[in-house]
């Protein structure tokens, strides 16, 4: 994706940020090294970052000290995972403000977020276009808030019927990949799987849709509305 067009707007967020962040103690938790990285810069001489961390376990313990404002968490981590560590930590601190970006829109991912108790929801892609800020801007106004492609999700899955509410975590990670694209060894380095269990996943993927082939199955979850259909890229400005 072209992004080029968007560059404007990617340089003016750490200022729009400010009165966001401004003396907000934060931690942030996310397997994303670079995320964190990125975080970190957009918090310089605004927050205070107080923690960063890239476990559940070690999120926790950054949060144990009390005096924390916001948790920022992506819903995956090297162990553990985002929906349990902000229900772990709404248990140390229940007013404690969570936000979490998830990397993969999976229903399953979303819904444990909200039983976790996370006020806000922002999709992964979002990120650098501005996306954190308008969840945290609405999550100060009116207390918590989903952003588009989020409440696109949860409103697909309750049009989607029965065969939806049936799918497993795995299935939902197993279908993106095949949506996208990705062929079983590039599934299975993603979902951390053995070769083998993407080979029978995706077997009783296609039986349970009754699917005759991978690319059938790919066109039944975009017409279910299971699975976003990727988005074109947005056309080059020819020269002038």
Same mark, same amino acid.
């Given at each position: ?15 729009? $940020? ?5 003396? @907000? @103690? ?25 923690? /960063? ?54 229903? $399953? ?24 800020? /308008? ?21 697909? $899955?309750? /049009? ?9 975590? @795995? ?64 056309? @080059?400005?020819?020269?002038?």
């Amino acid at each position: 994706m072209n992004l080029t067009s968007q560059l404007p707007l990617m340089r003016e967020l750490p200022q729009r $940020s400010q009165p966001l962040l401004h003396q @907000r @103690r934060t931690v942030v938790a996310s397997s994303n090294r670079l995320l964190i990285s990125g975080l970190s810069q957009l918090f310089d001489g605004v927050g205070p970052l107080v923690g /960063a961390a890239t476990s559940q376990a070690a999120a926790l313990d950054c949060l144990q000290s009390g005096g924390v404002d916001l948790l920022i968490c992506t819903d995956q981590l090297d162990s553990g995972d985002g929906p349990a560590l902000v229900a772990a930590a709404k248990q140390l601190h229940p007013r404690l403000p969570c936000l979490m970006l998830i990397q993969r829109p999976l229903l $399953s991912t979303i819904q444990a977020a909200l039983a976790a108790g996370c006020e806000g929801l922002c999709s992964g892609e979002r990120l650098g276009r501005g996306g954190l800020l /308008a969840v945290l801007q609405a999550m100060k106004s009116e207390g918590s808030h989903l952003d588009p492609r989020i409440s696109a999700v949860l409103q697909r $899955s309750q /049009a989607a019927g029965s065969q939806h509410d049936q799918l497993t975590l @795995r299935e939902e990670s197993l279908l993106q990949g095949i949506c996208t694209g990705l062929n079983n060894q590039a599934i299975a380095t993603q979902l951390h799987l053995s070769i083998n269990t993407v080979k029978h996943g995706i077997t009783a993927l296609l039986r349970k849709f009754d699917a005759r082939d991978r690319t059938q199955l790919a066109l039944l979850a975009f017409q279910r509305g299971l699975i976003d259909p990727p988005q074109p890229e947005a056309p @080059r400005a020819g020269p002038r």
